[in-house]
């Protein structure tokens, strides 16, 4: 339930921006509609969909390597195959097209086109792939918008350099970007560097729970993400003087950040405190970006508690004043990525229980137990936050053109059931908190529904569902089957908003009644399925014996007659 603050002073907690923390206004729905030109779009990423992990020339990754130990994913699941978009892609499109969908973001993966992550090594299969995924698109009139860098780090990288950890990854990015601009960007006018720096450098580098699984605390989440930070730099100044004159594109990053509110908004502490929580994960990487360092606070808490550990530096790495300037304004729009939100209080944490991303920052995170939780742990459905970030956004970063590149709910059941009505509320209440934002003066040009299909969820596996079509994993075909929330999605996108009450009202019937269908045909699926496994695992196996025991009985029949 959303909070009520009837408060008359106003706080600011930071001297240089203005967001009013006391500031949060009434539930009510809002119709209207999205101005015109609004995007509206589905996402994937190349490891959770593709599939065809060593095919046609493509190189390991990270994500192969990490999902092949024993252990690392739930169920020791694997990307091996996935929702097999490498050769479903024209289904896929035809999907897309249904929806009447903008445009579509996918990720290119850095070993498909390069095996080895060396420009050298170019893989000109991976290449076409790319090609064909984008003509489909805009033979259908779908924008793509292309992400460079979702995580899938060519292994070699990883065994020869360290990764994120070195700072050779600056260049070998940049070639592999540079590289996509040559040979895409006549066609993709959207490029995002990375997406969700965060979870590489904090899950990848500090807790191990991701590829590569490297549990350096402390410090090697701030060494991965300050690398990250200048390859992104680098490679928007790569674009900006190589190829925009001609390509006229844009080159942005992708950043996800769940909202933090103070769980006491009378009291500074906690204000501060969930403050500090946005710049430890949002302005980490947004503040060097737009405004040209690390937050302040970042410097502040990282460099005291350095200190107080007897360490001579800060474990935060320092931009030089070179640096600063290079970075800065090297965004032409933020991706930003966004599910849930958490209420933030403070919390001391001694420097003398070690080094740790979490314990620098000092806060505790809480969650109001009658928030909604239909699939992951961590996704609770809060969607007044969304409208709050981005309002935090706006006053934090001068406004910026912002493209929401992540949004959606998951789903954690055994029985599958197509009607996923907490998905059409959810996206329901979200799009209209977005939409509460554009009326504030929040400059959001488009909206990505995450995600297109049920997919490889990382260290998940298959056992979380975003997707807006359901994928059934057993089939060898992996076929697809539209939920609810894709008939109610594709009425948001046809109205562009929500044009009044009755008209909303009726959607989620008509999208209801729609699903029973498609539940049929699922039920249906297993039993295709396993005609499937009769044809190609047993008709074979019992033809086999019987050639064999033919063999045996003419061998007897033969000694017989000798």
């Given at each position: 339930?959303?909070?009520?603050?009837?408060?008359?002073?106003?706080?600011?907690?930071?001297?240089?921006?203005?967001?009013?923390?006391?500031?949060?206004?009434?539930?009510?729905?809002?119709?209207?509609?999205?101005?015109?030109?609004?995007?509206?779009?589905?996402?994937?990423?190349?490891?959770?969909?593709?599939?065809?992990?060593?095919?046609?020339?493509?190189?390991?990754?990270?994500?192969?390597?990490?999902?092949?130990?024993?252990?690392?994913?739930?169920?020791?699941?694997?990307?091996?195959?996935?929702?097999?978009?490498?050769?479903?892609?024209?289904?896929?499109?035809?999907?897309?097209?249904?929806?009447?969908?903008?445009?579509?973001?996918?990720?290119?993966?850095?070993?498909?086109?390069?095996?080895?992550?060396?420009?050298?090594?170019?893989?000109?299969?991976?290449?076409?792939?790319?090609?064909?995924?984008?003509?489909?698109?805009?033979?259908?009139?779908?924008?793509?918008?292309?992400?460079?860098?979702?995580?899938?780090?060519?292994?070699?990288?990883?065994?020869?350099?360290?990764?994120?950890?070195?700072?050779?990854?600056?260049?070998?990015?940049?070639?592999?970007?540079?590289?996509?601009?040559?040979?895409?960007?006549?066609?993709?006018?959207?490029?995002?560097?990375?997406?969700?720096?965060?979870?590489?450098?904090?899950?990848?580098?500090?807790?191990?729970?991701?590829?590569?699984?490297?549990?350096?605390?402390?410090?090697?989440?701030?060494?991965?993400?300050?690398?990250?930070?200048?390859?992104?730099?680098?490679?928007?100044?790569?674009?900006?003087?190589?190829?925009?004159?001609?390509?006229?594109?844009?080159?942005?990053?992708?950043?996800?950040?769940?909202?933090?509110?103070?769980?006491?908004?009378?009291?500074?502490?906690?204000?501060?405190?969930?403050?500090?929580?946005?710049?430890?994960?949002?302005?980490?990487?947004?503040?060097?970006?737009?405004?040209?360092?690390?937050?302040?606070?970042?410097?502040?808490?990282?460099?005291?508690?350095?200190?107080?550990?007897?360490?001579?530096?800060?474990?935060?790495?320092?931009?030089?004043?070179?640096?600063?300037?290079?970075?800065?304004?090297?965004?032409?729009?933020?991706?930003?990525?966004?599910?849930?939100?958490?209420?933030?209080?403070?919390?001391?944490?001694?420097?003398?229980?070690?080094?740790?991303?979490?314990?620098?920052?000092?806060?505790?995170?809480?969650?109001?137990?009658?928030?909604?939780?239909?699939?992951?742990?961590?996704?609770?459905?809060?969607?007044?936050?969304?409208?709050?970030?981005?309002?935090?956004?706006?006053?934090?970063?001068?406004?910026?053109?912002?493209?929401?590149?992540?949004?959606g709910v998951s789903e954690k059941t055994r029985c599958t059931d197509l009607c996923d009505d907490w998905r059409m509320q959810y996206f329901k209440d979200y799009i209209n908190e977005m939409l509460r934002a554009v009326k504030d003066g929040v400059n959001v040009k488009g909206y990505t529904a995450w995600s297109l299909l049920d997919n490889f969820e990382w260290d998940q596996g298959f056992s979380e569902r975003f997707g807006l079509y359901y994928v059934d994993f057993r089939s060898k075909n992996k076929p697809r089957f539209p939920k609810a929330s894709v008939h109610f999605y594709k009425r948001i996108i046809?109205?562009?908003?929500?044009?009044?009450?009755?008209?909303?009202?009726?959607?989620?019937?008509?999208?209801?009644?729609?699903?029973?269908?498609?539940?049929?045909?699922?039920?249906?699926?297993?039993?295709?399925?396993?005609?499937?496994?009769?044809?190609?695992?047993?008709?074979?196996?019992?033809?086999?014996?019987?050639?064999?025991?033919?063999?045996?009985?003419?061998?007897?029949?033969?000694?017989?007659?000798?």
């Amino acid at each position: 339930m959303r909070p009520h603050h009837l408060l008359a002073l106003v706080l600011c907690v930071s001297a240089r921006d203005d967001f009013d923390w006391t500031k949060n206004e009434g539930t009510s729905f809002y119709y209207g509609t999205f101005p015109t030109g609004f995007s509206w779009g589905a996402g994937s990423s190349a490891y959770q969909t593709e599939g065809a992990w060593n095919v046609d020339g493509k190189g390991r990754s990270i994500w192969d390597a990490f999902a092949h130990k024993e252990g690392k994913i739930l169920s020791n699941d694997t990307g091996d195959s996935s929702c097999d978009g490498y050769s479903k892609f024209k289904e896929d499109v035809t999907l897309m097209k249904d929806m009447k969908l903008n445009h579509y973001r996918f990720s290119i993966s850095w070993p498909r086109i390069l095996p080895s992550g060396l420009k050298s090594d170019l893989n000109e299969r991976g290449i076409k792939y790319y090609e064909a995924l984008i003509s489909s698109l805009l033979d259908h009139h779908i924008t793509p918008i292309v992400t460079l860098y979702h995580w899938d780090l060519p292994q070699v990288l990883q065994e020869q350099y360290g990764g994120w950890q070195n700072a050779s990854m600056v260049n070998l990015f940049n070639d592999f970007a540079d590289l996509c601009f040559q040979r895409f960007g006549d066609r993709v006018k959207y490029w995002i560097t990375f997406n969700n720096p965060w979870s590489i450098a904090v899950e990848g580098y500090e807790t191990g729970e991701h590829a590569p699984g490297l549990k350096l605390k402390g410090t090697g989440a701030y060494r991965a993400a300050h690398h990250i930070i200048k390859a992104h730099a680098q490679v928007w100044h790569t674009y900006d003087m190589k190829w925009r004159s001609r390509q006229k594109g844009l080159v942005g990053i992708s950043l996800t950040a769940d909202w933090g509110e103070p769980v006491d908004v009378t009291n500074q502490r906690d204000m501060e405190a969930a403050e500090r929580y946005l710049q430890f994960s949002l302005g980490w990487f947004a503040s060097p970006i737009f405004r040209g360092d690390y937050p302040q606070a970042m410097k502040d808490y990282i460099g005291r508690k350095s200190g107080q550990q007897g360490l001579g530096a800060s474990r935060l790495p320092v931009f030089s004043p070179q640096e600063k300037s290079y970075i800065k304004g090297t965004s032409d729009f933020l991706g930003l990525g966004h599910f849930t939100t958490r209420y933030v209080t403070l919390k001391n944490y001694p420097s003398g229980l070690g080094d740790s991303y979490f314990a620098d920052r000092d806060l505790a995170e809480l969650v109001d137990p009658r928030w909604p939780d239909p699939g992951s742990e961590w996704l609770y459905s809060v969607p007044w936050g969304f409208r709050r970030l981005l309002n935090f956004i706006k006053t934090q970063y001068g406004n910026p053109m912002i493209y929401v590149t992540e949004n959606g709910v998951s789903e954690k059941t055994r029985c599958t059931d197509l009607c996923d009505d907490w998905r059409m509320q959810y996206f329901k209440d979200y799009i209209n908190e977005m939409l509460r934002a554009v009326k504030d003066g929040v400059n959001v040009k488009g909206y990505t529904a995450w995600s297109l299909l049920d997919n490889f969820e990382w260290d998940q596996g298959f056992s979380e569902r975003f997707g807006l079509y359901y994928v059934d994993f057993r089939s060898k075909n992996k076929p697809r089957f539209p939920k609810a929330s894709v008939h109610f999605y594709k009425r948001i996108i046809s109205s562009n908003g929500f044009p009044n009450q009755r008209e909303v009202e009726s959607w989620k019937r008509k999208a209801v009644e729609t699903c029973s269908s498609s539940n049929q045909l699922l039920a249906v699926d297993p039993l295709i399925g396993h005609m499937e496994m009769v044809t190609e695992v047993v008709v074979p196996t019992v033809c086999t014996l019987c050639i064999l025991l033919s063999a045996v009985f003419l061998m007897f029949l033969l000694r017989g007659r000798l």
